[in-house]
């Protein structure tokens, strides 16, 4: 009988601490450490870096374990916040394609939209070339006649460079959707593959 009694008391003083944290309004968490020894505390802080640590309610029930596996240094909260981001992505091309066609038809969307801005971004430095060519080719009368042309041949270079810039912006853009589709489309095929 004895032996039982320590057992239902450190259960009861458990349940306590709880109880009293609880109608504090106060989170309690409970972790344990590397011998065994069951452990709680109201921050999760105060707990070895290596614990897995679960937040417990008044009744002494694990309520979730968000804190659960803390990283024990920078390089392994690194790893764990890729690992976040993978699932969250392997979620979302779950969710948002039933099938590999719309994966393919959503990325030929995104890739028309861009190629339109390309064909655009084209057009416009086709068309200031020609301007700044055919100005270049008329000369202007009297002194204010020049310096008025040359601040409009000016404002049509700066024109022309930045189209040009949005240029390779938009292609290297465009090869970045190719590589994304790529590893999506990959990544895609591995999380619906059938179990052989």
Not at 94 to 107: G, T
Request: glycine share 4%.
């Amino acid at each position: 009988m004895a032996r039982t009694a320590l057992p239902l008391l450190a259960l009861a003083a458990a349940l306590l601490v709880c109880t009293d944290a609880s109608a504090q309004g106060q989170r309690l968490y409970k972790w344990v450490d590397d011998q065994g020894n069951v452990h709680y505390s109201d921050r999760v802080e105060s707990t070895p870096p290596a614990a897995g640590v679960q937040r417990i309610n008044a009744h002494g029930m694990a309520v979730d374990a968000r804190h659960s596996a803390l990283p024990r240094n920078a390089e392994e909260a690194r790893l764990q916040a890729q690992a976040r981001r993978v699932a969250l992505r392997d979620a979302s091309l779950l969710a948002n394609y039933p099938d590999e066609i719309d994966l393919l038809r959503a990325h030929d969307e995104v890739r028309a939209a861009l190629d339109a801005s390309l064909n655009s971004t084209r057009t416009n430095i086709e068309r200031l070339q020609a301007e700044i060519a055919q100005r270049q080719g008329h000369g202007q009368l009297g002194p204010d006649g020049a310096a008025r042309a040359d601040a409009v041949l000016d404002s049509l270079k700066a024109q022309l460079e930045s189209e040009q810039r949005a240029l390779e912006g938009l292609r290297l853009r465009r090869f970045e959707l190719h590589e994304r589709q790529n590893e999506e489309l990959e990544r895609y095929r591995a999380l619906t593959a059938q179990p052989s």
